[in-house]
Protein backbone atom coordinates (compact mmCIF):
# COMPACT_ATOMS: atom_id res chain seq x y z
CA UNK A 1 0.00 0.00 0.00
CA UNK A 2 1.02 3.41 -1.09
CA UNK A 3 1.80 6.74 1.35
CA UNK A 4 -1.68 8.14 0.07
CA UNK A 5 -3.49 5.00 0.28
CA UNK A 6 -3.26 5.27 3.88
CA UNK A 7 -4.78 8.17 3.69
CA UNK A 8 -8.27 9.58 3.67
CA UNK A 9 -9.68 10.12 0.01
CA UNK A 10 -11.91 13.58 -0.45
CA UNK A 11 -14.07 13.10 -3.40
CA UNK A 12 -15.44 16.28 -4.87
CA UNK A 13 -18.19 15.48 -6.70
CA UNK A 14 -21.09 12.66 -6.40
CA UNK A 15 -21.89 12.43 -9.96
CA UNK A 16 -20.97 9.41 -12.10
CA UNK A 17 -17.46 9.60 -12.22
CA UNK A 18 -17.13 10.35 -8.30
CA UNK A 19 -18.60 6.43 -7.81
CA UNK A 20 -16.35 5.63 -10.60
CA UNK A 21 -13.46 7.16 -8.59
CA UNK A 22 -14.25 5.79 -4.96
CA UNK A 23 -14.85 2.40 -6.68
CA UNK A 24 -11.71 2.24 -8.06
CA UNK A 25 -10.08 3.69 -4.57
CA UNK A 26 -11.42 0.78 -2.60
CA UNK A 27 -9.34 -1.54 -5.57
CA UNK A 28 -6.42 0.39 -4.54
CA UNK A 29 -6.90 0.05 -0.85
CA UNK A 30 -8.03 3.02 0.73
CA UNK A 31 -10.15 2.44 3.93
CA UNK A 32 -11.30 5.77 4.14
CA UNK A 33 -13.39 7.74 1.99
CA UNK A 34 -15.72 10.70 2.07
CA UNK A 35 -18.11 12.90 -0.63
CA UNK A 36 -18.30 16.54 -1.20
CA UNK A 37 -20.82 18.12 -2.84
CA UNK A 38 -22.41 21.38 -2.25
CA UNK A 39 -26.10 20.66 -1.87
CA UNK A 40 -25.38 17.53 0.63
CA UNK A 41 -28.00 17.37 3.57
CA UNK A 42 -26.91 16.03 6.96
CA UNK A 43 -26.45 12.49 7.32
CA UNK A 44 -26.46 11.56 3.64
CA UNK A 45 -24.39 8.85 2.25
CA UNK A 46 -23.40 6.91 -0.95
CA UNK A 47 -22.00 4.02 -1.66
CA UNK A 48 -22.08 3.96 2.16
CA UNK A 49 -19.30 6.94 2.36
CA UNK A 50 -20.37 10.20 4.19
CA UNK A 51 -21.30 12.95 1.93
CA UNK A 52 -20.92 16.60 3.28
CA UNK A 53 -21.10 19.98 2.15
CA UNK A 54 -17.84 20.98 3.51
CA UNK A 55 -14.99 19.43 5.13
CA UNK A 56 -14.98 19.20 8.12
CA UNK A 57 -11.64 19.78 9.68
CA UNK A 58 -11.24 17.05 11.71
CA UNK A 59 -11.09 15.10 8.27
CA UNK A 60 -8.09 17.05 7.18
CA UNK A 61 -5.68 15.48 9.21
CA UNK A 62 -3.92 13.25 6.60
CA UNK A 63 -6.41 13.81 3.79
CA UNK A 64 -5.75 13.89 -0.02
CA UNK A 65 -8.32 14.60 -2.47
CA UNK A 66 -9.12 14.75 -6.20
CA UNK A 67 -11.52 16.48 -8.71
CA UNK A 68 -14.55 14.65 -10.79
CA UNK A 69 -16.68 16.22 -12.40
CA UNK A 70 -17.19 15.08 -15.97
CA UNK A 71 -17.26 18.69 -17.23
CA UNK A 72 -13.61 20.46 -17.09
CA UNK A 73 -14.22 23.68 -15.95
CA UNK A 74 -16.42 22.62 -13.32
CA UNK A 75 -13.36 20.35 -12.27
CA UNK A 76 -11.00 22.98 -12.78
CA UNK A 77 -13.12 24.85 -10.19
CA UNK A 78 -13.14 22.01 -7.98
CA UNK A 79 -9.62 21.86 -7.69
CA UNK A 80 -9.58 25.39 -7.42
CA UNK A 81 -11.24 24.50 -4.10
CA UNK A 82 -8.60 21.94 -3.14
CA UNK A 83 -5.75 24.25 -2.69
CA UNK A 84 -7.76 26.88 -1.37
CA UNK A 85 -8.64 24.38 1.05
CA UNK A 86 -5.19 23.31 1.83
CA UNK A 87 -5.92 19.81 0.83
CA UNK A 88 -3.18 17.75 -1.27
CA UNK A 89 -4.50 16.62 -4.93
CA UNK A 90 -3.55 12.78 -5.46
CA UNK A 91 -3.69 10.81 -8.60
CA UNK A 92 -5.52 7.82 -8.80
CA UNK A 93 -4.49 4.49 -10.98
CA UNK A 94 -6.78 1.70 -11.44
CA UNK A 95 -4.75 -1.76 -10.96
CA UNK A 96 -5.68 -3.15 -14.50
CA UNK A 97 -4.80 0.12 -16.01
CA UNK A 98 -1.21 0.16 -17.73
CA UNK A 99 1.10 3.12 -18.15
CA UNK A 100 4.41 3.29 -19.32
CA UNK A 101 7.78 3.65 -18.13
CA UNK A 102 8.55 7.57 -18.47
CA UNK A 103 5.20 8.55 -18.91
CA UNK A 104 4.70 11.81 -16.67
CA UNK A 105 1.22 11.77 -14.49
CA UNK A 106 0.11 15.60 -13.15
CA UNK A 107 -1.43 15.95 -9.92
CA UNK A 108 -5.08 15.25 -9.73
CA UNK A 109 -5.31 12.84 -12.46
CA UNK A 110 -7.77 10.00 -12.94
CA UNK A 111 -6.37 7.01 -15.15
CA UNK A 112 -9.30 4.61 -15.13
CA UNK A 113 -9.63 0.48 -15.20
CA UNK A 114 -8.49 -0.98 -18.46
CA UNK A 115 -6.75 2.36 -20.01
CA UNK A 116 -3.48 2.59 -21.28
CA UNK A 117 -0.68 6.04 -21.52
CA UNK A 118 2.04 5.11 -23.17
CA UNK A 119 5.15 6.12 -23.39
CA UNK A 120 6.81 9.16 -23.48
CA UNK A 121 3.20 10.48 -22.54
CA UNK A 122 2.69 13.46 -20.71
CA UNK A 123 -0.67 13.61 -18.50
CA UNK A 124 -0.83 17.34 -17.27
CA UNK A 125 -2.82 18.01 -14.09
CA UNK A 126 -6.50 17.31 -13.69
CA UNK A 127 -6.59 14.98 -16.61
CA UNK A 128 -9.20 11.84 -16.65
CA UNK A 129 -8.16 8.75 -18.83
CA UNK A 130 -11.27 6.90 -18.20
CA UNK A 131 -12.29 3.11 -18.46
CA UNK A 132 -10.11 1.48 -21.64
CA UNK A 133 -9.21 4.81 -23.20
CA UNK A 134 -5.97 4.64 -24.60
CA UNK A 135 -3.31 8.13 -24.64
CA UNK A 136 -0.32 6.73 -27.14
CA UNK A 137 3.27 7.31 -27.03
CA UNK A 138 4.59 10.79 -27.14
CA UNK A 139 0.85 12.38 -26.81
CA UNK A 140 0.43 15.34 -24.32
CA UNK A 141 -3.06 15.51 -22.67
CA UNK A 142 -3.76 19.07 -21.59
CA UNK A 143 -4.77 20.38 -18.28
CA UNK A 144 -8.28 19.33 -17.04
CA UNK A 145 -8.89 17.42 -20.26
CA UNK A 146 -11.00 14.13 -20.12
CA UNK A 147 -10.44 11.51 -22.55
CA UNK A 148 -13.81 9.31 -22.60
CA UNK A 149 -14.51 5.41 -22.14
CA UNK A 150 -13.28 3.53 -24.67
CA UNK A 151 -11.45 6.67 -26.79
CA UNK A 152 -7.89 6.24 -28.49
CA UNK A 153 -5.76 9.16 -28.81
CA UNK A 154 -2.60 7.65 -31.30
CA UNK A 155 0.72 8.76 -30.72
CA UNK A 156 2.35 12.13 -31.20
CA UNK A 157 -0.78 13.82 -30.49
CA UNK A 158 -1.49 17.34 -28.96
CA UNK A 159 -4.66 17.96 -27.28
CA UNK A 160 -5.15 21.00 -25.30
CA UNK A 161 -6.64 22.38 -22.09
CA UNK A 162 -10.55 21.63 -20.94
CA UNK A 163 -10.97 19.11 -23.83
CA UNK A 164 -13.76 16.55 -24.40
CA UNK A 165 -12.74 13.11 -26.10
CA UNK A 166 -15.93 11.40 -26.63
CA UNK A 167 -17.05 7.62 -25.85
CA UNK A 168 -14.90 5.53 -28.76
CA UNK A 169 -13.62 8.20 -30.33
CA UNK A 170 -10.27 7.78 -32.79
CA UNK A 171 -7.46 10.49 -33.17
CA UNK A 172 -4.83 9.52 -35.18
CA UNK A 173 -1.68 10.01 -35.37
CA UNK A 174 -0.06 13.62 -35.13
CA UNK A 175 -3.11 15.71 -34.74
CA UNK A 176 -3.19 18.74 -32.54
CA UNK A 177 -6.07 19.53 -30.81
CA UNK A 178 -6.40 23.05 -28.96
CA UNK A 179 -8.42 23.87 -26.03
CA UNK A 180 -11.64 23.62 -25.31
CA UNK A 181 -12.95 21.61 -28.15
CA UNK A 182 -15.05 18.80 -27.76
CA UNK A 183 -15.25 15.64 -30.12
CA UNK A 184 -17.96 13.62 -30.19
CA UNK A 185 -18.81 9.94 -29.78
CA UNK A 186 -17.66 7.59 -32.26
CA UNK A 187 -15.81 10.47 -34.10
CA UNK A 188 -12.81 10.57 -36.27
CA UNK A 189 -10.06 13.25 -35.90
CA UNK A 190 -8.07 12.62 -39.08
CA UNK A 191 -7.18 16.85 -39.73
CA UNK A 192 -5.80 19.69 -37.01
CA UNK A 193 -8.36 20.67 -34.65
CA UNK A 194 -8.24 25.00 -33.66
CA UNK A 195 -11.63 26.23 -33.68
CA UNK A 196 -13.51 25.84 -30.78
CA UNK A 197 -16.70 23.80 -30.32
CA UNK A 198 -17.67 20.30 -31.49
CA UNK A 199 -16.43 18.36 -34.00
CA UNK A 200 -18.80 14.78 -34.72
CA UNK A 201 -18.89 12.26 -37.11
CA UNK A 202 -16.28 10.66 -39.27
CA UNK A 203 -13.95 12.46 -40.28
CA UNK A 204 -14.84 15.01 -37.89
CA UNK A 205 -16.54 17.74 -38.73
CA UNK A 206 -17.79 21.20 -36.86
CA UNK A 207 -21.09 21.50 -36.25
Not at 103 to 111: M, N, P, T
Not at 175 to 183: H, Q, R, S, Y
Amino acid sequence: MRQDEQAQLVIFGCGGHGRSVAATALSLGYESIVFIDPAARGGETLLDMPVFSRLPEDARVNAVAIATSGEARKRERQILDIRKAGLRLTTLVAPSAVVATHASLGSGVFVGPNAYVGPLAQIEDGVIINTRAMVEHDSTIGAFTHVAVGAIVAGRCHVGQRCFIGAGAVVIDDIVIGDDIIVGAGATVVGQLHETGKYVGTPAKRQ
